[in-house]
């Protein structure tokens, strides 16, 4: 069974500070895709990205970057120079082969605050 | 615009009253699915579609009924809604052509059942 852990619950931290969301995933799949959502305060639930497991190459999206390791099955997110606007609950989630969320399985959601 | 609208977007019912929650995607997706969102359990996947006539269960199917008839279209029926499906709910659709991949997200929808 396919499983997703985000640790950290919480994470708050100063207006340009750095900050790393870390998850973790489990899969008997070799072929599987991670994704990343996020959350704003709002409630409306935002894709980010899509990462196939054959990639390991880190993404960049301006702030936004995302290290994928196949060795320690993490794919963590860091967000650079962070903003308020960053406040969020971000999702990381695993699906199988198809990769197109036709079954995926999300973790439980990291709260970050950015402080002004 | 690129848009998938869920409709009622907050519900109050009863126990055993059946509803429908619609939800309608404008992009030609193949893909759509059906999400429920609780507090400490993050988003579970209760249903999903492939396409027209083409659904499966997700994790969590108990309770829930989904048809696709239409490519657009894919509602979330509850037959007989109990308190333990209260809860938030999103519809989503995607799209995965060529390398390309795009998902959008509903609003959500927010059902009480008392």
């Known amino acids: 069974a396919q499983k997703v852990t985000q640790a950290q619950t919480e994470i708050s931290v100063v207006e340009k500070e750095d900050v790393t969301l870390d998850c973790v995933y489990e899969t008997r799949d070799t072929t599987y895709y991670l994704f990343w959502y996020k959350q704003p305060p709002s409630g409306e639930l935002v894709f980010l990205i899509r990462?196939?497991?054959?990639?390991?190459q880190n993404e960049i999206s301006g702030r936004y970057s995302w290290n994928f390791q196949k060795s320690t099955s993490s794919f963590n997110f860091t967000i650079t120079a962070s903003q308020v606007v960053d406040s969020a609950v971000y999702f990381c989630?695993?699906?199988?082969?198809?990769?197109?969320?036709?079954?995926?399985?999300f973790g439980s959601g990291t709260q970050l605050t950015v402080l002004p | 615009e690129a848009q998938v609208t869920q409709n009622p977007r907050y519900l109050i019912t009863v126990t055993g009253k059946k509803l429908t929650v619609t939800c309608s995607q404008n992009m030609n997706h193949e893909y759509m699915s059906w999400y429920r969102q609780d507090p400490g359990l993050g988003l579970r996947q209760i249903y999903y579609?492939?396409?027209?006539?083409?659904?499966d269960k997700g994790d969590v199917p108990e309770g829930y009924k989904v048809s696709r008839k239409e490519k657009r279209n894919f509602p979330l029926i509850l037959e007989s809604p109990s308190p333990n499906q209260t809860s938030l709910y999103f519809c989503?659709?995607?799209?995965?052509?060529?390398?390309?991949?795009?998902?959008?997200f509903g609003p959500g929808t927010r059902l009480t059942v008392t």
């Open positions: 579609s492939m396409n027209v006539e083409v659904t």
């Open positions: 989503a659709s995607s799209l995965f052509a060529g390398g390309r991949y795009e998902q959008y």
């Open positions: 989630a695993l699906s199988e082969a198809y990769g197109s969320a036709r079954q995926l399985t």
């Open positions: 990462r196939n497991s054959f990639d390991e």
